[in-house]
Every structure is written in C-alpha cells, then in structure tokens.
C-alpha cells in the first residue's frame, strides 16, 4: 500500500499561521470558523503549489531570497483573500 501523507504543500503551515495572525486586522470575520477556513483555501489557491514529504527539505531546497519571496507571497496572498472573502460576506449579508 502507497503512503502519502506525508506529502504536503510548503504554503499550507504559512499561510494557517498568516490567517491566524490576520484575525485582529479583519474583525468582522475573525469569529467565523468557516470564513477563516475560506481565506486559506483563496490564499493557497493564489499561492504556486509546491510539495515535500519533510519539513526538513526546505532548509536545502530553498534560498534566502527564494524564502523572502514566499514570505512576502503568502502574506499578499492572505491580505487578498481575507478581503475578497469579507467583501463576498458583506454582499451575502445584503441579500
């Protein structure tokens, strides 16, 4: 039998750790459990996939720069979301 659950993407701990943080700066959908739930799904939507098996392999597989470049991605990507899923929350609250 074929085990891959260790297999993961790299952007999935940053960005649930980002949405986390990100809770203070967005109050009208902090308390929400499923909205937080859809920023991180648009936010690795935005986000280029990439996978490893082992947390351990970014420390050889990623540079510096490649590392600040994901960084500063996955924070635009998490502000993005948390307003494209507030603004989708505002509009449903409208109607």
């Known amino acids: 039998m074929l ?8 952007h999935e ?3 649930y750790d980002a949405v986390r ?4 700066r967005y109050p009208g959908i902090g308390s929400h ?3 937080l739930a859809d920023v991180a799904c648009v936010a690795l939507n935005r986000m280029t996939p990439r996978y490893i098996r082992h947390d351990v392999d970014l420390a ?3 540079t510096t720069k490649e590392r600040e ?9 998490v502000d993005y979301a948390f307003s494209f899923v ?4 505002v509009l449903a609250a409208r109607r």
């Open 60 to 62: 050889f597989f990623l």
């Open 21 to 24: 943080q990100g809770v203070e």
């Open 33 to 35: 459990a499923d909205l």
């Open 13 to 15: 701990r940053a960005v």
């Open 3 to 10: 085990d891959f659950t260790s297999v993961h993407n790299i």
């Open 69 to 77: 470049d994901n960084e500063r991605a996955i924070n635009e990507s």
């Open 86 to 89: 507030q603004a989708r929350h």
